[in-house]
């Protein structure tokens, strides 16, 4: 008689065996790979903590400040990691079954290889849902505002308001940088000019704003609006001096970064700057990633199964282990080698963006469908 298991909610006479098993094999899964994740982002945590022990002491940046800057790059570290830790996961979990022969349990109730991996899928789509979450919604505006709050503390002279926009002030001269919004999908640079007496001298709007090393800024395409006793004087500047004397890393805050963008406007914003004329390729690459690497999730999580069920599965947990993390890290370094040579090679941004994923579905399909 070989080893009788144990499965939670599993009595006689109680629901469909079938689906009990499913759910017992969907649980093991969901929970090794969140085991693996934890792991590898503890690993991601203390990396960006290392990073940011050269700028600890810079102005007021001190060690709760990095320690908020790692706590506020949690999101993004996670949606970074999670195809690979879904992989590490999924393998670490239908290992343990295999150890126990409750994989042999799983076949003898029912569940086929097949059904297997019907039940990876749905929890590799669940854990993609997660990650849609964290990587167009949650982790860019926290993204954001790390950002922020880093440069504000090495830097001062600055501040941010609700919406995300930054506010820059050089003696009589307030600078404000909006993000990127449904009706200004390339955000927007406003001019604020102070009088002698404390009220409100001129106002103007420009395009983009730019720091030289000598600490002076200017805008481009600058229409202000000066205020007189007897009128309002209009003019319009191709060039026109900002500020002086403010630390030009301050930029940063008004630089529109992919990174910090919701997917929603990270695709407005390409679509601007295409109506515009102007180069998008490294914002379409950064929101197609994106949305390759959700779908890359419950890839990775099905291409677990051959490597227990099927024609990958002669070795040890010890191989199989180092075999996902070879592949993971395989996809992972062709996907930023693309992302960032394909500029130089002239390919597409879509084809960038979904090459890496499109051939780890191609190879998950070969070495399933041999799968008995």
């Avoid at 926290?142 to 919406?163: D, H, P, T």
């Avoid at 000019?193 to 600058?222: K, Q, T």
């Avoid at 069920?309 to 992972?332: E, H, N, Q, V, Y």
């Avoid at 960032?340 to 979904?354: F, H, K, M, Q, Y």
Wanted: hydrophobic residues 45%.
């Amino acid at each position: 008689m070989g080893p009788k298991a144990r499965w939670p909610g599993c009595h006689a006479g109680r629901g469909d065996p079938v689906r009990i098993l499913r759910g017992y094999l969907f649980r093991t899964i969901l929970g090794t790979t969140g085991l693996v994740l934890a792991v590898l982002l503890s690993l991601g945590a203390f990396i960006e903590f290392m990073g940011q022990l050269d700028d600890i002491g810079v102005g007021e940046y001190g060690l709760l400040d990095a320690l908020g800057w790692v706590l506020l790059q949690m999101p993004t570290i996670v949606a970074q990691l999670l195809p690979v830790a879904a992989l590490l996961g999924a393998l670490l979990g239908l290992g343990s079954l295999a150890s126990r022969s409750e994989l042999i349990v799983l076949r003898s109730g029912g569940v086929s290889p097949r059904g297997v991996a019907r039940t990876v899928l749905l929890t590799g789509i669940v854990l993609a849902v997660a990650g849609t979450a964290l990587s167009l919604y949650l982790a860019p505006p926290l993204e954001r505002y790390a950002r922020q709050q880093r440069e504000l503390a090495k830097f001062g002279q600055a501040g941010i308001s609700a919406g995300g926009g930054a506010w820059i002030r050089d003696r009589t001269t307030i600078l404000n940088v909006t993000p990127p919004s449904d009706e200004h999908p390339a955000g927007n640079v406003y001019v604020f000019r102070v009088g002698g007496d404390g009220g409100l001298a001129a106002i103007g709007r420009a395009d983009s704003v730019r720091a030289e090393p000598d600490r002076r800024w200017f805008l481009r395409n600058h229409a202000e609006s000066r205020f007189t006793p007897t009128a309002i004087r209009t003019s319009v500047t191709k060039e026109v001096l900002a500020l002086e004397g403010v630390n030009p890393e301050l930029l940063g805050l008004t630089v529109i970064r992919e990174e910090t963008m919701t997917g929603a406007a990270l695709w407005r914003y390409v679509q601007y700057l295409k109506r515009s004329g102007l180069e998008a390729r490294n914002y379409e690459v950064a929101f197609w990633s994106r949305i390759a690497s959700i779908f890359a999730v419950p890839l990775m999580c099905v291409l677990a199964v051959p490597f227990v069920l099927g024609p990958l599965r002669s070795g040890g947990s010890g191989a199989r282990m180092a075999a996902g993390l070879g592949i993971g890290l395989t996809w992972f370094l062709i996907s930023r080698t693309l992302s960032d040579g394909g500029e130089v090679w002239n390919l597409n941004a879509i084809v960038t963006a979904w090459l890496p994923t499109v051939l780890l579905a191609m190879a998950t399909g070969v070495v399933l469908s041999r799968t008995r």
